[in-house]
């Protein structure tokens, strides 16, 4: 099974060009379903619908998510579709097997006063409370996820016109305004902490640690825990909570869906629609305020 699951990531690389990411992705839920059939002593080549079901429940007791196991149920089926287009197998027995129901969980996100509490954390006196002060409000300002953050180069910073560029998924650009608020946390770090950590080296990357090299998405994780815990909020929070954060609070101001759609760089408006369960008050409000019979 090696073998076809290699000819298989050269197909998704070559032919479909997907992006690196989703390869591994595909590699890594396919070694899952490899290792699962070595153990029952299965081959890939003469598998039932049955044996795909097992191999369902088997990841499901191991505790992955639906979520996860939808995934998984992908990776499996885009692969026997593969198989049969090459002439390795004659049927498909994945093609009639549906996704899991997803459970969709509605996203945490701080309230005004919780990030106004999260920005105020960092301790500016030094310089690492400067970067992190500048790449939290960047995250907010922007919307972009951690990755993004940690990607962003110095020729995609352009603070005279108020706008950063960066690569989301499938290394696509997008470009997203910076507010005020976040420029001058930004400007104050690239002239008073920047160029000392570099110590005459060269980086093209915005955010660097102390010895002058890129941040990593760990070390942004690792900030971002650290002042939300000093900031005393209690909250669920993940890589993502600033970016959730970003859309819900310009959803409740008004903001298109459209133009918040692309700010996140999302590619299918149903992404972004998640975050409109947190405007029901905003348009409860209205409703009441123009329907002629509230």
């Known amino acids: 099974m090696s073998t076809l699951v290699e000819q298989f990531l050269d197909y998704l690389t070559v032919e479909r060009g997907l992006a690196k990411n989703t390869i591994e992705s595909y590699r890594r839920d396919l070694l899952k379903y490899q290792e699962y059939l070595k153990r029952k002593g299965a081959v890939v080549e003469k598998i ?19 979520s996860s196991i939808a995934r998984n149920l992908v990776a499996v089926k885009v692969f026997y579709r593969f198989l049969v287009r090459e002439g390795f197998i ?6 009639v097997l549906d996704s899991p129901k ?8 701080l309230s005004i006063d919780e990030i106004q509490r999260l920005m105020d954390a960092p301790d500016l006196s030094n310089w690492m409370g400067i970067r992190d002060k500048a790449s939290l409000e960047l995250m907010y300002a922007t919307g972009t996820r951690v990755s993004e953050v940690a990607d962003l180069r110095m020729d995609g910073l352009n603070l005279d016109l108020g706008f950063v560029r960066c690569k989301g998924k499938g290394q696509k650009e997008r470009i997203v305004p910076i507010g005020k608020t976040a420029s001058k946390a930004l400007v ?8 000392p950590l570099l110590k005459g080296k060269v980086s093209q990357h915005v955010f660097i640690t102390r010895l002058g090299m890129r941040m990593s998405r760990q070390s942004f994780w690792k900030m971002i825990k650290k002042y939300v815990a000093a900031a005393n909020i209690k909250k669920r929070i993940t890589p993502h909570t600033l970016r959730h954060s970003f859309a819900t609070h310009l ?9 918040v ?3 996140l760089g999302h590619a299918n408006i149903a992404t972004t629609q998640i975050y409109t369960h947190i405007n029901k008050d905003r348009l409860k409000s209205i409703h009441a305020k ?3 019979r509230p």
């Open 48 to 66: 039932a619908r049955s044996d795909i079901q097992n191999f369902l429940l088997y990841i499901k007791d191991k505790g992955l998510s639906s």
């Open 251 to 259: 959803l409740e101001r008004g903001a298109d869906l459209r133009v």
């Open 188 to 195: 104050f770090y690239l002239e008073k902490v920047r160029p």
């Open 102 to 109: 997803l459970w969709k969980r509605l996203p945490d996100v």
């Open 261 to 263: 759609q692309e700010l």
């Open 290 to 292: 123009y329907h002629p």
């Open 90 to 95: 004659k049927d498909d027995p994945a093609s």
